[in-house]
C-alpha cells in the first residue's frame, strides 16, 4: 500500500475510535467536520471546488450540511473505501493525497494540542521532503524574513527569499525539525515539535 492509503486507513479507525464530537487541530472543526470534509473533497467535486472558488461557497456549505446529517460511522467508512473506479480522484491519490492525509491524520491525533512525532522511513520522508520543498514556498511566501527549513538529515529548503539571503545571511527565520513536523508546521499547526532560531513573528503561514 502506497503512504496515502496507508495513512487514509489509519485515519479511517482513528476517526471510528474516537467518534464525530472529538477536537481536532483544524479550528472550529470536529472529528465529524473533518469526515465530511474529506469525503466531500472526493466524491462531490463541484462542492469542493468552493473550498477555493468563494462564488461556490453557498454549494460547499450545503453540500456540507447534508454530509453532516449521515450517519457518522457510514460517512467514515465511505470515504475509507476511496473513490470509485469512475472517479477521477482515483488516479491522482498520491498528488491529492499524500499531503491531507498525513497532515489530517496528525490533526486527529494530535487534537488535544499535544504533539506526537511519528517515526518514518526513508521512502516516506523523501515523499514527505518533496511535498514540503513544493509547498513551502507558497506556504510561507507572506513571511517578512526569508524562512530557512532544516529537516534532519534532509537537504534544506528556503523560502520567501525575494533578496537572494545567502546561507550565512543575516535576517533570517531558521526551522529544524524532522520532515514530518516541519510539513505540519507550515501547514500552520502549532502542537509540533519544531526549534525555531530568529525573529518567529516575521513568519506568515498561509493556506494555498
Not at 487514509?8 to 467536520?33: F, H, I, N
Not at 473533518?34 to 477555493?52: D, I, K, S, T, W
Amino acid at each position: 500500500m502506497s503512504f496515502s492509503s496507508t495513512e487514509r486507513a489509519r485515519l479511517a479507525a482513528l476517526l471510528l475510535e474516537l467518534g464525530p464530537d472529538a477536537p481536532t487541530l483544524c479550528e472550529g472543526w470536529t472529528t465529524r467536520d473533518l469526515a465530511v470534509h474529506l469525503y466531500l473533497r472526493e466524491n462531490n467535486l463541484p462542492a469542493a471546488a468552493g473550498m477555493f472558488v468563494p462564488a461556490l461557497a453557498g454549494r460547499l456549505a450545503k453540500a456540507s450540511a447534508k454530509a453532516g446529517e449521515r450517519d457518522y460511522e457510514d460517512l467514515v467508512r465511505d470515504w475509507a473505501q476511496g473513490p470509485g473506479r469512475l472517479n477521477p480522484v482515483r488516479l491522482l491519490d498520491r498528488q491529492m493525497n499524500t499531503a491531507e492525509h498525513f497532515v489530517h491524520h496528525e490533526d486527529v491525533r494530535r487534537g488535544d494540542g499535544v504533539a506526537r512525532p511519528r517515526e518514518f522511513s526513508t521512502v516516506v520522508k523523501e515523499q514527505l521532503h518533496g511535498i514540503l520543498r513544493m509547498l513551502a514556498p507558497r506556504l510561507l511566501r507572506r513571511s517578512l524574513s526569508p524562512v530557512i527549513l532544516h529537516p534532519t538529515g534532509m537537504p534544506r529548503i528556503v523560502a520567501a527569499d525575494q533578496r537572494g539571503v545567502s546561507l550565512d545571511g543575516e535576517n533570517v527565520v531558521r526551522v529544524s525539525g524532522s520532515v514530518g513536523e516541519l510539513l505540519l508546521w507550515v501547514f500552520g499547526r502549532d502542537a509540533v515539535e519544531v526549534l525555531i532560531d530568529g525573529t518567529a513573528s516575521d513568519v506568515r503561514r498561509s493556506g494555498l
